[in-house]
């Protein structure tokens, strides 16, 4: 099957990259606004989890904000155009991280 493929095939990928959306030089913003959104729900999640019946919810809500803590502090040191375009595998892996952690701070909610 893998034979078959050609690289026209994955031309579908290359749009976000031409268009600019999924640039490198985009990654700086992206890791600026994921800051926000980090505290975020940090603050929703703490709202939402008075309420809440899950034991040890006192640990959890420390896990989450150390996470959150060490993710804002690398957001925003890597954010700087002169730091991130030095390596750009970084940033992305903290955007990434970034995401999955936001994404789990709701689940504890």
Excluded: C
Excluded at 43 to 55: R, W
Aim: glycine share 8%.
């Amino acid at each position: 099957m893998s034979k078959k493929l050609l690289a026209e095939d994955f031309e579908v990928f290359r749009g976000p990259f031409i268009s600019g959306r999924q640039s490198p030089d985009s990654l700086g913003g992206n890791l600026l606004l994921s800051i926000v959104l980090q505290w975020f729900w940090f603050f929703l999640t703490q709202f939402i989890g008075q309420y809440s019946i899950f034991p040890h919810k006192d640990q959890i809500f420390s896990y989450l904000f150390w996470s959150g803590f060490a993710l804002s502090g690398l957001s925003a040191v890597y954010s700087i155009p002169f730091i991130y375009r030095s390596d750009y595998r970084i940033p992305e892996h903290i955007w990434f991280f970034s995401s999955i952690d936001g994404i789990d701070k709701f689940r504890y909610g």
